[in-house]
């Protein structure tokens, strides 16, 4: 069964301090990992996917890296609109659903 | 990317009682996808709607209770039947877009929050 291990479960971060998430993932052949972004009372907004190990996708502050078992967010210089939580999910090579963790919860304070 | 949109996006309903939540896409996609985010937890899917074909379900989840239909490539319903304090949810769908393998993309719409009294 696919598994999906995301920390820390919260970030408390001061506007313009860099920090990274962490995503620890088993599975039986990745096809993909994903990345998203929830705010409360929302759908989660899609931000990457990430295919093979070494791969690297930036998009704003945001930049996603992926190895063999794990995969990191990191959120450079951070301001308060990007306080949510971001999810992690990982898709099987044999299957199409997104098996998700728990969720990083991110608060950035100006 | 594909805009989704889902009605209603909240209800309050009563125990014992049926809810039908609807997901329009604005585009044609192959498989759709109808997830649950129970408060505070993160997403778990329900099943997955194939347009003319029975929706699959995942272990936990039967079609008595979450019907489903996908009467065309844009459009699909959940019904959460015989509603319990327990079915409070945010109840999601997606679809997978994007210009083929390995340009995958899952898209999510604004979700259902439903809470049963």
């Known amino acids: 069964e696919d598994q999906v291990t995301q920390s820390p479960e919260a970030l408390r971060l001061q506007e313009g301090e860099s920090s990274s998430l962490n995503c620890s993932y088993t599975v039986s052949g990745l096809r993909g990992l994903f990345w998203y972004r929830q705010d409360p009372g929302k759908g989660p907004e899609f931000l990457f996917t990430l295919y093979s190990a070494g791969e690297e996708k930036e998009k704003e502050r945001l930049k996603a890296t992926l190895t063999k078992k794990e995969s990191f967010l990191h959120i450079t210089a951070p301001k308060p609109e990007d306080s949510a939580t971001y999810l992690c999910a990982v898709q099987a090579v044999d299957d199409y659903k997104l098996s998700f963790g728990a969720g990083t919860t991110v608060t950035v304070r100006a | 990317s594909a805009v989704i949109s889902q009605k209603p996006s909240r209800d309050i309903c009563q125990r014992g009682t049926s809810l039908t939540i609807q997901c329009q896409v604005d585009?044609?996609?192959?498989?759709m996808f109808w997830y649950r985010q129970q408060p505070g937890q993160s997403l778990t899917l329900i099943a997955t709607?194939?347009?003319?074909?029975?929706?699959?379900?995942e272990s936990g989840f039967v079609i008595d209770k979450f019907p489903i239909s996908r009467p065309n490539l844009t459009f699909s319903t959940l019904t959460v039947s015989n509603m319990s304090p327990e079915d409070s949810s945010i109840y999601l769908c997606s679809v997978e877009g994007g210009s083929g393998e390995p340009y995958n993309e899952q898209f999510f719409g604004p979700g259902t929050r439903l809470t049963v009294l």
């Open positions: 585009s044609q996609v192959t498989m």
């Open positions: 709607a194939n347009q003319g074909s029975e929706a699959t379900y």
